[in-house]
């Protein structure tokens, strides 16, 4: 639900480095002493640039390494950069960073913000203090949250004791309390079933649609991206390497998208009168392959169309996997600039 106006994140030659030292081994393989030491820079992330409008969902994809989370990371705040210049919802993010965290929600899926011992109720109700958010508001969005995020059977639940999911919904909710006008996801489907990722993904696109809320999510997941980024920005090295439509990425680099199926109970499925862009294969008595084209599906409905037909037992995506369409889009990048040389 893109708006018009200004920018809410601007970023412009943003570079971040870091020193690395380096220990030197003495001709029997000791250790020299601490003089010795030399260090070396390290670039995490190199002259990125981009803008973001309000009401847009974008991907912000890479690599293991690639800087997305040293990107992340400085908008937030939390790193200050080397050279260059980022603004956010028109403030210096390391500048400014009490004044920016009233207004954007961060979610980290390896870290969480809830308080560890306490029941989930009383973190997200420490949390409106924090943020000083009106009683009526906070039983607005909590009440959203419950709804979307099914947080009820688990309110009173110590955090700790929490399943991955469980705690991931509580990290959403608690990230929405204020009413953020950003919301910054990392990995927010981590380690998820499949279950929870469309609960979570139902929740995000609500707040999108309703809300306007801006959202820049990093992710592993080709399914994220599928479900709800129209845009993406891929980085590798640090640098950008693409910024576009996310359905233009998927049809150059995507291919097709393999669903291997392990069904309850053995059952004869019907190949005949497939739904458009779809081919199965039988492979045993109860595992069946099935292949999607891209032009008319996406990871998640292929699974949903999947569970209409069969009482499944385990689910395995294959193929068009996010880091095959990275390594093709280096590739072809690369091919390109040897071509003009």
Not at 49 to 64: D, L, R, T
Not at 85 to 113: C, D, H, M, N
Not at 316 to 340: A, F, K, P
Request: charged share 25%; net charge neutral.
């Amino acid at each position: 639900m893109t708006t018009q106006g200004p920018p809410i994140v601007n970023v412009d030659d943003l570079t971040r480095t870091f020193q690395r030292r380096k220990l030197h081994r003495g001709k029997l393989g000791t250790l020299r002493t601490l003089a010795s030491r030399q260090s070396d820079t390290i670039e995490a992330v190199s002259g990125v640039s981009f803008a973001i409008n309000a009401g847009e969902m974008v991907g912000y994809i890479g690599q293991n390494g690639a800087g997305k989370s040293t990107t992340i990371k400085m908008l937030c705040g939390i790193l200050v950069p080397s050279e260059g210049y980022a603004s956010v919802l028109g403030v210096t993010p390391w500048e400014q960073r009490k004044q920016l965290a009233r207004r954007i929600g961060v979610v980290f899926g390896q870290r969480t913000q809830l308080w560890w011992d306490l029941p989930l109720r009383d973190s997200l109700d420490l949390l409106r203090h924090m943020y000083r958010v009106p009683p009526d508001r906070f039983a607005a969005n909590l009440s959203t949250a419950r709804e979307v995020l099914d947080l009820d059977p688990f309110l009173a639940t110590p955090v700790r004791q929490l399943s991955l999911g469980q705690r991931m919904r509580g990290d959403l909710a608690a990230a929405i309390l204020h009413d953020p006008d950003l919301l910054v996801l990392d990995e927010p489907t981590i380690g998820l079933d499949l279950l929870a990722k469309d609960r979570i993904r139902d929740f995000l696109r609500t707040m999108n649609r309703t809300r306007g809320t801006t959202m820049l999510l990093t992710t592993h997941d080709l399914g994220d991206i599928e479900e709800l980024c129209e845009r993406v920005i891929v980085i590798d090295a640090g640098r950008v390497r693409f910024d576009g439509n996310a359905t233009a990425l998927r049809e150059q680099f995507g291919g097709d998208i393999q669903v291997e199926i392990d069904v309850a109970q053995e059952r004869e499925i019907a190949l005949i009168d497939l739904p458009t862009g779809v081919s199965g294969q039988q492979v045993s008595a109860s595992a069946w392959t099935f292949r999607f084209d891209r032009d008319h599906w996406t990871s998640g409905s292929a699974v949903r169309w999947l569970t209409t037909i069969a009482d499944l037992r385990d689910v395995s995506i294959n193929g068009g996997s996010l880091e095959q369409m990275i390594r093709d889009l280096y590739l072809s990048d690369r091919r390109s600039t040897h071509n003009v040389k």
